[in-house]
């Protein structure tokens, strides 16, 4: 699984878990609630969270009663996901490093699969293809 540079030196900062906690991102976070709530159909929908970070979506998702899957390509990010998990009254069915562009679920495994992060970092048209074909697959 590899990773820009870049991209991992950013995020092993560890600033990803507060992001949405500011200004800036809480307008983000609002709108995306806004659209989750919209279109998303009703719990126990099995969702994948792929590129979901420290789950700044996932365990809200959760204690609604959705089973979410939470994979992403940042060990830091799985570790603060793992920590939080112990902590929730509603954990999350799944935490695990992996990568948008190589998927280890069954076919139709999932009936919503989030993509909040990999279509933006990953850089090549073909990286990009690549993981939205796991989706669809």
Request: hydrophobic share 35%; no cysteine.
């Amino acid at each position: 699984m590899k990773i820009d540079n870049t991209i991992k030196d950013y995020y092993n900062k560890g600033l990803e878990q507060d992001r949405l906690t500011d200004e800036v991102g809480n307008l983000e976070r609002i709108r995306t609630w806004d659209i989750l709530h919209r279109y998303l159909p009703k719990p126990p929908t099995v969702i994948l969270d792929i590129g979901g970070a420290a789950g700044a979506y996932a365990f809200d998702l959760a204690s609604e009663g959705y089973q979410i899957h939470l994979v992403d390509p940042v060990k830091l990010h799985i570790d603060q996901a793992i920590r939080t998990n112990e902590t929730v009254s509603h954990p999350l069915k799944e935490i695990i490093l992996g990568d948008a562009r190589n998927l280890t679920y069954d076919d139709e495994f999932a009936e919503v699969i989030l993509y909040f992060g990999p279509l933006y970092h990953l850089t090549t048209k073909k990286e990009r293809i690549k993981a939205l074909n796991e989706a669809t697959a």
